[in-house]
């Protein structure tokens, strides 16, 4: 069996669980850590050997390209195969399939893992497997679809999610990650929605293809949500995620900090990120767990504390943010208090002394 070199990259969705962040910015290239989300899963593929990526997107594609471009400085190839209309997660492997050739990764592109895929890849090969679905536990599987395995490990059923008086049957969901023998994906029809999950996959296993699932003790994250995307930062920064990308910057007492920003007068507390020509004013505390977008201004004697700010966000004098995510170009006003999960959309704008709570979001 050839050995899985390319990957296919489901970049096709809306972001709709995401908003308001996704209105101004496409899934695939939020940032985390200052950097677009789909370059961890580029560097993980690259880690386990693979450098051929297919990247299928069809929602502001023009943002992915911006800022992934080719990805030759992540070590890969990346080429770009675009949907005139969305066609799910099934049909967007499928409107991959005319360069797909062998064995194939194929990967949601909101999930934050660090599996081991040469391990996956092996238990794949050594089964004569053609699908391999990597499997996680989850402590209430009830917001997800369910896998049932046999002893062996063989996909027997996938189940909608149980509804209130249904039995559980398994606590292991689809991970989103696949290996898939590039073959299959004729089963796929074209030219319409198709989901992965309740269609090709089921059908594979009606028809007693060799499908497995495998599954490992590796974080996993599903960053579809705002409170789930700000707590994969927190993750990353916390060490809880294996991966070969580190913040850009210089390290300094356990933070990264840009060499552009001027912070001399200002307290940053580990683990904390620092963007490029960010300016801490005097008295302004940063961290912990805090990420300050590239060209930010935190002023005098302002906190941010476990919250992610994107690019060009004004934080006025004596204003504190905590546990929140800030878009980019937001302006919250001197002595402003914001926090509890709040999500301001980009261009938002805080007035001063205002006092903003997360049960809901902020709107320009």
């Given amino acids: 069996m050839a050995l899985a070199t390319q990957a296919v990259i489901l970049a096709g969705g ?40 297919i990247l299928s997107c069809s929602y ?3 943002d992915v390209r911006q800022a992934l471009g080719d990805a030759r400085d992540l070590g890969v190839t990346l080429r770009y195969v675009t949907e005139d209309e969305p066609l799910g997660t099934g049909g967007g492997v499928r409107n991959a399939a005319d360069l797909a050739r062998g064995t194939i990764f194929v990967l949601n592109g909101d999930v934050l893992t660090d599996a081991d895929l040469t391990t996956m890849r092996a238990l794949h090969e050594a089964r004569g497997s053609r699908v391999t679905i990597f499997l996680t536990p ?51 029809p074209t030219g319409r929605m198709v989901s992965i999950e309740r269609e090709f996959f089921p059908s594979v296993i009606a028809d007693g ?6 599954s490992a003790p590796n974080y996993w994250r599903d960053i579809g949500n705002p409170a ?8 990353l920064l916390g060490g809880r995620v294996k991966t070969s990308l580190v913040p850009a910057g210089e390290v300094r007492q356990g933070s990264w900090v840009d060499p552009t920003a001027s912070v001399a007068a200002a307290r940053i507390e580990a683990p904390s990120v620092v963007g490029a020509d960010v300016r801490l004013e005097p008295g302004a505390q940063v961290g912990p767990y805090a990420v ?6 935190i002023g005098v004697g302002a906190r941010v504390q476990r919250t992610v700010l994107w690019e060009r966000v004004r934080v006025g004098d004596e204003a504190v943010l905590r546990d929140c995510v800030v878009g980019a170009d937001v302006a919250i006003g001197a002595r402003a208090d914001v926090g509890d999960g709040l999500v301001l959309e980009s261009g938002a ?11 809901g979001t902020a709107t320009a």
Avoid at 209 to 214: E, K, L, Q, V
């Fill in 14 to 53: 809306q972001g709709t669980r995401l908003r308001p962040l996704t209105l101004s910015r496409a899934k695939p290239v939020v940032p985390l850590l200052n950097r677009p989300f789909l370059t961890y899963q580029i560097a993980l593929l690259r880690q386990h050997g693979v450098s051929d990526i």
């Fill in 60 to 62: 502001r594609v023009d």
């Fill in 138 to 188: 989850v402590d209430d599987p009830r917001a997800y679809g369910l896998v049932e395995t046999a002893a062996d490990d063989r996909l027997l059923r996938f189940r909608e999610k149980p509804g209130p008086d249904e039995a559980i049957t398994t606590n292991m969901i689809n991970a989103g990650v696949y290996l898939i023998d590039a073959a299959l994906l004729a089963r796929i």
């Fill in 209 to 214: 293809i060799p499908s497995f699932g495998w």
């Fill in 228 to 235: 789930a995307y700000r707590a994969a930062q927190i993750d």
């Fill in 292 to 297: 300050i977008g590239p060209g930010s201004i």
């Fill in 349 to 359: 704008v805080v007035p001063a002394g205002a006092v903003r709570r997360g049960e």
